[in-house]
């Protein structure tokens, strides 16, 4: 009932309480899957009355789900498109705490006006071009006049990897946790790869395990059950 817009007087007369309580919010997404199983597994079993009428009122749900969420979003669309885009590129790096590489320092951390590409020490740099900056890619080409570190807007997560002209190179972190490359004197190409650890290789086999005894158990049902018939009717 806390949960619904009913309970708003109670949420104003104890607002110094209640803005402390963290309701579980993320645990939906777990109770929905066990909703998406059992109601359908239940349905299966009912009549054919029951499970058109069951599958209408999911529908119906599903849909609601969908459109209420949708129009008051579009509801509460009272900024220009291309304004907020101009507004969230002039933002440095900004996100959550809890989801910051370790180290890493909202505080610390330039929010406006920031290049993707910037010295460590302010040296003026001669050239820069960005290919792509979006998505697992990060490429650009830069030229400067002395050796350098480069400080990137993006997080050094373990994941990043560098290369210079096609070659590894070391990408280590700032105090707040921003990228940087070194680049020597002249004209470089850095790409920056976000690429597969040995423990999300892991758990894409483990996944990939998973789905391949799921359907070995499901076709497999068929010929046990055939199999059944044969040995408990010879018997």
């Known amino acids: 009932m806390m949960m619904l817009p009913v309970s708003r007087p109670i949420w104003e007369l104890f607002d110094s309480v209640l803005r402390y309580i963290q309701f579980p919010w993320r645990w939906l ?114 030229a400067t006049a002395q050796p350098q570190w480069l400080i990137l807007r993006l997080f050094a997560f373990p994941r990043w990897h560098a290369y210079m002209n096609g070659v590894p190179t070391e990408l280590r972190s700032t105090p707040s946790g921003e990228a940087m490359v070194y680049a020597p004197i002249g004209r470089s190409h850095f790409d920056l790869k976000f690429e597969f650890t040995v423990e999300h290789r892991a758990g894409v086999f483990i996944s990939l395990l998973a789905l391949a005894g799921m359907i070995f158990v499901r076709f497999l049902r068929p010929w046990q059950a055939c199999w059944s018939r044969q040995r408990f009717g010879s018997d």
């Open 29 to 142: 997404m777990i109770l929905s899957l066990v909703f998406a199983v059992l109601v359908p597994s239940h349905l299966h079993t009912q009549s054919v009355r029951i499970r058109v009428i069951g599958g209408v009122a999911v529908a119906l749900a599903l849909l609601a789900g969908f459109a209420i969420p949708l129009y008051g979003y579009v509801r509460g669309l009272t900024w220009n498109t291309t304004v907020w885009l101009e507004s969230a590129a002039d933002v440095g790096v900004v996100g959550y705490a809890e989801y910051l590489p370790v180290g890493a320092s909202l505080v610390a951390l330039p929010r406006y006006q920031v290049p993707l590409v910037r010295s460590v020490d302010s040296t003026q740099i001669e050239y820069l071009h960005v290919e792509k900056w979006s998505g697992p890619t990060r490429s650009f080409e830069v």
